[in-house]
């Protein structure tokens, strides 16, 4: 990466994370600011099937992937109920009228508590990228024509996770970047034959060309190689720093060339199924993740010169096993919401000072990420109950609570100028003032 392309990546995320807007889209899985934040304004508190329920659109099936907001346009990825299909839709913005929808292709496979929806798509105001479970990644433009279709299974190999491929992919810059970390050996079709490699990848978004592959080694085995996450773009001594998590390992790759950049160990004690599912989130230039299985949150100061990454604090008295952390208005979130009645927690980033705790309840799991915006948290559960939490660090407050009897509810709920997009698996809804 030359100096002027790299000091142009550093100022595009800077103004991403600096400047205020009165409306703005959520292109991503974890937003605009990838941490599950947005600075909108005016969002709900409260609703109901008649009361700022602005619209309702029926979806062909489930999917554990968010809603894409880009450019007046709403993208959802969804499985066709009873086909074994998968589709992507695009839908109107102000209206949930379906504008297009592909058939994309269809699978026999099946995962425990997933499906080959869980990958979102992403977005850039013009064009749209879908990812699915099996390998298919797929380019329309926003009028629904495709512009490009590959398959990574295909080309790479058994995507090789025990619960179902769910990486969401990264756009970030002028590239499209795809993680695959996985197990060396497949649990299913298609057979491997040879050892499977872990890597990511970046390709060009016009043309679906791969730029570059680097392959991202391990010293674990079995489930302990899988990681679900999406990659997340982090400015680190003025430079534009790709992060992932899994394998036992927080990584940090160049954008332009994929060459790993510095590696931290985060658990040295090898054991089958040190598997990841939540991605990594910055903040105030410190990184948060997760260990596996409720055995941990820690902040991780990245290598400075000489002075290598460490730890800066942890804590797993409520720590999650799906949920990916929240990092809004400088206060770090984090959602247990299986053990324990389902509890969240909030501190203070820099020393893990904790300010409050407090317990969701409902019948659960809550294993969708938190997402934020003008001063509020939203949260839903599988069974689909919703919790809307007052966010900073007074104390626990719940603000509302709905329900949506049309489960498994797996996906997070997204936010876009000024309006919230919930999905289930029969609907998407649409709820604003």
């Given amino acids: 990466m030359t100096h002027l392309t790299n000091r142009r990546f550093v100022i595009t995320l800077v103004l991403l994370l600096t400047i205020p807007a009165f409306c703005r889209d959520w292109t991503q899985w974890r937003g605009p600011f990838s941490n599950g934040s947005t600075d909108e304004k005016n969002l709900p508190a409260s609703w109901s099937a008649t009361e700022n329920t602005k619209w309702v659109s029926p979806l062909p099936g489930p999917s554990g992937?968010?809603?894409i907001i880009s450019n007046g346009r709403v993208f959802v990825t969804s499985m066709v109920e009873g086909s074994g299909g998968y589709a992507a839709l695009c839908l109107d913005e102000k209206t949930g009228r379906q504008l297009w929808r592909k058939d994309v292709g269809s699978d026999s496979r099946r995962f425990p508590r997933n499906n080959l929806c869980s990958p979102s798509p992403v977005a850039d105001g013009n064009n749209v990228y879908f990812l699915y479970g099996n390998g298919p990644l797929v380019a329309f433009d926003f009028q629904g024509d495709e512009l490009w279709l590959r398959d990574i299974e295909k080309e790479y190999g058994n995507l090789a996770i025990q619960f179902g491929y769910s990486n969401s992919p990264l756009l970030y810059g002028d590239k499209l970047y795809i993680l695959v970390i996985r197990r060396d050996t497949p649990y299913r079709r298609p057979e491997a034959e040879g050892p499977l490699d872990s890597f990511i990848m970046a390709i060009n978004p016009k043309s679906g060309r791969t730029l570059w592959k680097q392959e991202r080694r391990t010293n674990t085995f079995d489930e302990g190689m899988e990681a679900y996450g999406t990659t997340i773009p982090?400015?680190?001594?003025?430079?534009?720093?790709?992060?992932?998590t899994g394998g036992d390992f927080?990584?940090?790759?160049?954008?332009?060339a994929g060459k790993e950049l510095w590696r931290f160990e985060y658990w040295t004690q090898k054991v089958r199924d040190t598997r990841i599912i939540p991605s990594l989130v910055t903040g105030e230039?410190?990184?948060f993740g997760t260990k596996h299985k409720h055995n941990g949150v820690f902040a991780l100061q990245p290598p400075d010169g000489d002075n290598p990454a460490k730890i800066l604090w942890e804590f797993s008295e409520a720590a999650p096993d799906a949920s990916t952390p929240l990092f809004y208005q400088g206060r770090?979130?984090?959602?247990d919401g299986v053990t324990r009645g389902k509890v969240v927690t909030c501190f203070e980033p820099?020393?893990?000072?904790?300010?409050w705790q407090g317990t969701l309840g409902g019948r659960g799991p809550w294993?969708?990420?938190l997402t934020a915006g003008d001063g509020k948290m939203y949260c839903i559960c599988e069974s689909g109950e919703v919790v809307v939490l007052k966010a900073g660090d007074e104390k626990f407050e719940v603000l509302f609570q709905t329900k949506y009897d049309e489960g498994p509810v797996q996906s997070s709920i997204a936010i876009a100028n000024g309006r919230l997009f919930i999905r289930t698996a029969e609907n998407l809804y649409c709820i604003g003032e």
Avoid: C, W
Avoid at 332 to 335: A, P, R, S
Avoid at 350 to 355: I, P
């Fill in 65 to 67: 992937a968010t809603a």
């Fill in 234 to 244: 982090f400015v680190h001594n003025g430079k534009v720093e790709l992060l992932n």
């Fill in 250 to 256: 927080v990584t940090a790759h160049d954008p332009a």
């Fill in 285 to 287: 230039g410190i990184i």
């Fill in 332 to 335: 770090l979130y984090v959602l």
């Fill in 350 to 355: 820099k020393m893990g000072r904790q300010f």
């Fill in 367 to 369: 294993r969708a990420s």
